[in-house]
């Protein structure tokens, strides 16, 4: 065990049956943790059929269609509790959640220039156990989570999104596991981080079964634990970023440190990447945030909802067979676009790799969004099988590109970096939300209008002149904004 808990100096130094064994074990904790709050359209379904925060509905209930002799209230609070054949549009439930779920998507990202340096200088293992300890008490404060007690829901949703994206971060550098793969490997890392959104459509069947809500969260618990206990088969501090096997070129780029990391945090490089990730996560995420109450608008009864929340769970579930795609897709254009060059001209074609993947991201998100105008079956369908897509695909193409563009020491920082700003920006969630539910057409045609404009970046990579300037100046050190 001594071993296992060492800092290996290279790649090299690991065994390839530990290095598989390490990326397993990352992508199985990515797979299921990291991004476990994202499924927040099939947990707000249970939370509603619970009760929890129904007693909001008392003054602003709007009944759709008359309630069923099945549908109760609890005396005077008017606790409203679903059944299969009511509907109901309760606006303040729903900003209440739209709320929680704003702020949880906010902290998911905006302590990321913290976890960047906390795994830059305390290492690999002190960050996965902060992580696992986070996430292990967002199910528990879950579990307390009832009708009379709403407001664990709060704590229970912020821990989850910390400790996911503490996961996520820390399984990014897994990639340099395998040098020869690694934007396949690392994005397979960053895509994963999508089908644990589907944790919750296991919750609302273990639910639906009858299972008792607190012994189902602290399964949950139990089992994210294993984030702990798995630690010590991590490299101590980082996996190294080099190996022999890669070539002369790869090696001298990888251990080029005379580029101070303010540059590369404060280029227009890293400016447009950033609003590129932000403009479809924002997008992504807005679709998840409006799912539950766009379906009550046109679903027949809450069995119906049930069925469209279960089918978000499955989209989630499905991002796990898409994920590989957009490094595989990355790498492929990399290998042919680098075919017979060497030096700087190498390192443009693979920088320009992404190019074709990131526009067709930008496309499919926009459909998704646009999905939204629409009511019914079809619209719903075509939303998640976007989804299916765009949710791995955001950073299993955005990632890898920062790697490449960037020093490899100083992506940890910059990936905490971008996560930050693009959590700052996300603040506009919640605002947005209400604008939509007042002015459907006008708010979500203004966003359809920003999201082309991220265009810009994957087409502004397609200059090798422009790209030639600021990798030379990179390589050479010297200062540059572009």
């Known amino acids: 065990m001594a071993v296992l808990c060492a800092q290996p100096p290279s790649i090299g130094d690991m065994s390839r049956g530990h290095r598989w064994l390490v990326f397993l074990v990352g992508i199985f904790e990515t797979m299921v943790w990291s991004g476990t709050v994202f499924g927040w359209a099939s947990l707000v379904h249970v939370l509603k059929t619970k009760g929890v925060y129904g007693n909001l509905c008392k003054e602003s209930l709007h009944q759709v269609y008359s309630l069923s002799a099945n549908a109760t209230r609890e005396g005077d609070d008017a606790v ?19 709320l929680i779920y704003t702020i949880a998507c906010v902290l998911y990202s905006s302590p990321g220039i913290l976890i960047g340096y906390c795994l830059h ?36 949703a912020i821990f989850l999104s910390v400790g996911g994206n503490i996961v996520r971060m ?38 639906e079964a009858g299972l008792p809500w607190e012994y189902i969260c602290s399964g949950f618990a139990a089992v994210a634990s294993l984030i702990l206990l798995l630690t010590p088969l991590m490299p101590r501090h980082h996996v190294p970023y080099t190996d022999n096997i890669e070539s002369k070129d790869e090696v001298v780029k990888e251990k080029d440190t005379s580029k101070a990391v303010k540059e590369s945090l404060f280029s227009w490089s890293n400016a447009l990447h950033t609003y590129w990730v932000f403009s479809n996560m924002f997008c992504v995420v807005l679709f998840s945030t409006y799912f539950n109450s766009w379906i009550n608008t046109f679903s027949e009864d809450t069995a119906e909802a049930a069925h469209y ?36 001209q190498k390192h443009i074609a693979s920088v320009q790799a992404p190019i074709i993947p990131m526009i067709m991201v930008t496309l499919t998100v926009t459909v998704q969004l646009g999905s939204l105008m629409f009511k019914g079956a079809a619209a719903v369908y075509i939303g998640l099988m976007c989804l299916t897509i765009n949710r ?59 999201l082309l404009l991220n265009l810009s970046h994957p087409l502004h990579l397609c200059s090798k002149t422009y790209l030639s300037r600021v990798l030379s100046n990179d390589s050479q050190g010297k200062p540059t904004k572009v």
């Not at 100083?410 to 506009?428: C, D, S, W």
Request: hydrophobic share 50%.
């Open 80 to 98: 409203l509790m679903l059944t299969d054949s009511t509907k109901v549009a309760c606006s303040s439930q729903d900003q209440q959640y739209a």
């Open 121 to 156: 200088h305390f290492g690999l293992a002190v960050t996965r156990i902060l992580g696992g300890l986070l996430v292990f008490s967002g199910f528990v404060l879950l579990a307390l989570t009832t009708a009379e007690s709403p407001s664990f829901l709060w704590g229970a």
């Open 170 to 207: 820390a399984g990014l550098q897994l990639g340099n596991l395998f040098p020869e793969r690694r934007n396949t490997a690392m994005a397979i890392i960053s895509g994963m981080f999508t089908p644990s959104a589907g944790i919750f459509i296991i919750l609302q069947y273990a639910c």
């Open 309 to 344: 929340s279960r089918m978000y769970g499955y989209a989630n579930v499905l991002c796990f067979f898409i994920s590989p795609l957009p490094g595989l897709l990355v790498d492929t254009i990399a290998t042919k676009f680098q075919k017979g060059k060497t030096g700087l």
């Open 392 to 450: 791995p695909s955001c950073l299993a193409v955005g990632n890898p590109l920062i790697r490449i563009r960037f020093p490899a020491e100083h992506f940890n920082r910059v990936i905490g970096f971008q996560g930050t700003a693009v959590a700052l920006l996300t603040l506009l969630q919640y605002p947005h939300f209400t604008w939509v539910q007042y002015q459907h057409v006008i708010a979500l045609g203004a966003t359809l209008a920003a």
